[in-house]
């Protein structure tokens, strides 16, 4: 069993910067991010394999969101840049500990953050 809990989402306006935090509680193979706008089905944004730091990104975030990994910490990060309006979701973080893909199949999830960002 592997708990999630995330912090660092908010306000912001298009343009800016957040950064979310989610530490797990043990190792896992990897984990990723995945957010859910109202009224839409929850998709996938970034993950990142444990060994390695390999990473996998959503086309919609590419060049912008940054996934990376604390090995000590057990903690991973997405760093959002260029923030617009249409990233408006409560972001959840997800871990698994079987191998695999990265982009799917994630059996642990933390209880989301919300991240809002104004135009």
């Known amino acids: 069993q592997v708990q999630l809990v995330e912090s660092g989402g908010g306000l912001v306006q298009a343009g800016g910067s957040l950064r979310l935090s989610c530490a797990a509680s043990?190792?896992?193979?990897?984990m990723g991010w995945f957010r859910q706008a109202p009224g839409k089905e929850r998709e996938f944004v970034a993950a990142?394999?444990?060994?390695?730091?390999?990473?996998l990104y959503a086309d919609s975030v590419k060049g912008r969101f940054t996934i990376s990994r604390d090995n000590v910490e057990n903690t991973v990060y997405l760093q959002m840049d260029s923030l617009k309006p249409e990233d408006t979701a409560v972001y959840y973080c997800?871990?698994?500990?079987?191998?695999?893909?990265?982009?799917?199949?994630?059996?642990?999830w933390g209880q989301g953050t919300q991240v809002t960002v104004s135009s």
């Open positions: 997800a871990a698994k500990i079987s191998g695999g893909p990265i982009g799917f199949g994630y059996a642990y």
């Open positions: 043990g190792r896992t193979y990897s």
């Open positions: 990142i394999r444990w060994n390695g730091g390999s990473t």
